[in-house]
């Protein structure tokens, strides 16, 4: 997490840069800010209103990423592996949003019978069926060694 201070990076374009952030959607104009001493945030913007955005808190004992975005996936599994290999978090929790006319809209159903993404243990997992939507909620965390 020093990446995401100003002993470890410059600015906001070297920590994005530094961390691989620059690499998980490809493509995406990235506007980035480095706070002093320490914190992240960046808004990414693809075509058709894409985006993604993270913010990062970088703190001793309670550091915490957020990741979030509208690009739309049949499976999400390789975003999720690319986000997961660029933060290494100890625990993760995912929430996917996905209506009946999105490309996306099976995708709850692959990570349902998922029990291990990427080394990490599901601890938790919720689908909620709306009239328009589904919610996917899971929960993993990383084994400790």
Do not use: C, S
């Given at each position: 997490m020093e990446i995401f201070t100003t002993d470890g990076s410059k600015d906001g374009r070297d920590a994005t840069k530094k961390s691989g952030i620059c690499n998980i959607i490809?493509?995406?104009q990235i506007d980035d800010y480095l706070f002093e001493p320490c914190g992240y945030s960046m808004n990414g913007l693809l075509p058709e209103g894409k985006y993604i955005t993270i913010h990062i808190?970088?703190?001793p004992g309670y550091s915490y990423v957020s990741f979030e975005s509208n690009v739309p996936q049949e499976s999400y599994n390789e975003l999720i592996n690319r986000v997961l290999d660029t933060f290494r978090p100890g625990k993760f929790l995912m929430t996917i949003f996905a209506n009946k006319a999105s490309i996306a809209r099976e995708s709850h159903k692959g990570i349902e019978d998922k029990?291990?993404?990427?080394?990490?243990?599901?601890?938790d997992h919720q689908t909620c069926v709306f009239k328009e939507y589904h919610l996917t909620y899971s929960y993993f965390t990383r084994p400790v060694i």
């Open positions: 490809p493509g995406v808190t970088p703190e029990r291990t993404i990427n080394n990490y243990n599901r601890q």
